[in-house]
């Protein structure tokens, strides 16, 4: 039922991402919408429910966005091993580990993607331009992460179903 709202909800993230996102840079850059969408689903929900999330934010953001078709698609995947290496924290500290993990996906994230899309022929700009931009896009998309976390998790959080009343 859940994951219902998870799809549509992902293609929304995308088409602020392309829309609103890069008239809000802090930095120097804009914050990673589908890569703070996704790594808080993935914490909130396991890497499970986010393996079918990824591709629609990828190739949802190849379609809408300027960039080739798969360097956003690529450029999302280190956000499923992430997800995969979250999902066995519980408890305390999931918080934290979640803004972490958030890191360096979006650090990732601004590397692979300019990677890949200076192999699909567009320019890199300076040389060291990312490593400027990927360490200020990682921050601004914890400072994101830190805003978006509580409010998924507590809508779409998973509840434990109550104690079942046994006869012993």
């Known amino acids: 039922m859940i994951y219902y709202a998870a799809v549509p909800l992902t293609l929304l993230v995308v088409i602020l991402q392309v829309a609103a996102a890069p008239s809000f840079n802090l930095l120097g850059v804009h914050a990673d919408l ?3 969408w996704l790594c808080c689903w993935a914490a909130v929900r396991g890497w499970e429910e986010s393996i079918l999330l990824i591709p629609v934010a990828g190739l949802g953001l190849g379609l809408l966005g ?8 690529l450029a999302l995947l280190p956000v499923l091993a992430i997800g995969w290496l ?3 924290r519980t408890g305390r500290g ?5 803004l972490l993990m958030v890191f360096v996906a979006g650090f990732l994230y601004a590397v692979i993607h300019a990677a890949a899309s200076f192999v699909g022929g567009e320019g890199l ?9 990927a360490p200020s896009a990682g921050m601004l998309d914890v400072l994101t992460a830190a805003l978006w976390f509580w409010p998924i998790r507590l809508v779409f959080g998973r ?9 012993t």
């Open 66 to 73: 300027r960039e080739p078709l798969g360097a956003s698609l």
């Open 34 to 36: 589908p890569v703070v």
């Open 94 to 98: 999931r918080f934290l580990t979640t």
């Open 159 to 167: 509840r434990s179903r109550g104690g079942v009343f046994r006869r």
């Open 86 to 88: 979250e999902d066995g």
């Open 125 to 133: 700009g300076p040389p060291l331009n990312v490593l400027r931009v």
